[in-house]
């Protein structure tokens, strides 16, 4: 039966990946890369180096995904260069805090469009290109916990993930089954960058994140691409409209969280 169990090997296969120049989207294009496959990634402006992997970079292209001609424009580039379109990881996302009660209508739209709309436009494309492969394709939404537990200064943020997760959902029921349609709930991920909300995990923020997660650790970028890498091979080939959490087991209910914890072996 060793056959049917293939390794993620992703050669000859072709993969887009959105903000993927900088951060998570960077460690999930250098997963895809060092797995074979050819990578695209996209962001609003060129970064000073691409990802790369064994010897093998990432092509870019600029993309305002916010407008869905800029979304539809890079689903056909990359098929256009590859070939072919074989899995769409919709990163691209995030929020600055602000308080629900000033945020402006401008703001409010912004984060909406780019952590919904900018997902929903790109997946479109890339359902109308993987459609027709004989071997269709896989959507994968990076989500985050604020869909399921909201913090304060996160509204916009959070409600635009919660219809992310929906939007998942729904699309998984009407694409399945040539195109297979799944979400991560990714928790704090450790970015190696200080000046980031969690920075290197090293700092007070960042410990005082781990303590209260019960792995004892924030994420680490390639934790959520190897996620990525399984709901794109065909070890996964029966998951679709999934909620894969990453996220360490969550956090630590507060009533338990100051009690002692062996540390982990």
């Known amino acids: 039966m060793g056959d049917q169990y293939r390794t993620m090997d992703f050669t000859g296969q072709a993969v887009l990946v959105t903000g ?11 997963a895809f890369l060092a797995s074979g496959a050819d990578v695209m990634v996209c962001g609003r402006s060129a970064p000073a180096a691409l990802p790369r992997a064994d010897g093998r970079e990432a092509a870019f292209r600029a993309a ?25 990881v919709n990163n691209a996302g995030g929020s600055p805090d602000a308080d629900a009660a000033t945020a402006s209508p401008r703001f409010v739209e912004k984060v909406v469009a780019l952590n919904l709309l900018a997902p929903f436009y790109t997946a479109q494309a890339a359902n109308l290109v993987m459609r027709e492969q004989r071997d269709g394709g896989s959507v994968i939404n990076i989500g985050s916990v604020s869909a399921h537990d909201p913090q304060p200064g996160t509204a916009a943020y959070s409600a635009a993930k919660a219809g992310l997760l929906g939007l998942t959902r729904a699309l998984a029921l ?23 909300p969690y920075g290197d995990g090293d700092g007070e923020t960042g410990r005082a994140m781990a303590d209260i997660v019960p792995m004892g650790r924030l994420a680490a970028p390639d934790d959520v691409a190897r996620a990525c890498l399984w709901l794109a091979c065909d070890l996964s080939s029966y998951v679709n409209g999934a909620d894969l959490a990453v ?3 969550g956090e630590i209910p507060a009533r338990y969280a100051t009690r ?6």
């Open 247 to 249: 996220h360490g087991g």
């Open 260 to 265: 002692h914890r062996p540390a982990p072996h």
């Open 174 to 196: 009407e694409w399945a089954p040539r195109v297979r349609v799944n979400h991560i709930t990714a928790g704090p991920i450790r970015t190696g960058n200080a000046a980031t």
């Open 64 to 88: 305002d995904l916010r407008d869905p001609a800029a979304a539809a424009n890079v689903v056909a580039a990359t098929a256009e260069r590859f070939g072919r379109l074989d899995a769409l």
């Open 20 to 30: 993927g120049t900088r951060g998570l989207g960077a460690a999930i294009a250098r």
